[in-house]
C-alpha cells in the first residue's frame, strides 16, 4: 500500500524520542517533570498529526469505495450476470442479492478493501501512540499538581540565578529548628544548713 504522501512529509523525530522516555515516568520527580512534559507533548502532537493525515485517507478511500460499487453495480454486474446466464429479459440487473455477490467478488473492490483496512488500521495504530503519550503526561502532570518548580533549584535549596520565587515541595522542606532550651536557674541563696553548720559555699 502507498504511504499517504503527507505522512511521509511528516518528521516523526519527537514521537520517536518521547516514546524512547516512557520508561522515565517510573523515575521522575518534580525536577524532571517539566522536561518529560515537554517531550510528551511534542511526541503527541506529532502522533495526533499522523492520525489526523491517516483518518482523512480513511474518509477519502471510503468515498472511492462507494463510487466503484455504483460503476461495479451498474456496469459490469449486468455483463457478469449475462455471462453466468444470471440475467433475465425482465431483469437483466440481477436481484440485489446478485449485483452484491458481483460487487463483492470484483478484484478491484477487493483491493480497495484491503488498502481501506490497512488505513484504519494505521489510523488505530497512531490513535495507540498519541493515547500512550497523553497518559505518560498525565502521570508526569500529577507529581507537580499544583506546585510550582524552580528547574534553576539546587539540591541544597539554593537558587542558581532564576531570579523569581523558590516554591519549594513539602517533602523537601526542613523541619523549623526548635527554640534553644534555657539553662536551669541557679539557686538565688544557699540552702539552710542545720544549726552547728556552716553553709557550703558555692564557687
Known sequence: MEVPKDLSQLDTNALVYAESRL??????NAFKAPDLLAVFNAGYVVAAKARAIVSGQVDRKEADIQALKAVI?????????????????????????QRDAVIASDPDYVQAKRELSELVALAEYYRIRAWSLEKAFSAV????????????????????????RVTVPQQHRQPPEAPPTAAPPRPSSSPSAPHGFAAPRYG
Open 141 to 164: 502532570k500529577a507529581i507537580i499538581g499544583d506546585r510550582s518548580v524552580n528547574p534553576y533549584l539546587s539540591a541544597g535549596g539554593e537558587d542558581r540565578g532564576n531570579g523569581g
Open 73 to 97: 453495480a451498474l456496469e459490469r454486474a449486468p455483463k457478469r450476470l449475462q455471462e453466468l446466464g444470471l440475467s433475465t429479459t425482465r431483469s437483466p440487473g440481477g436481484s440485489a442479492d
Open 23 to 28: 520508561e522515565d515516568v517510573a523515575t521522575a
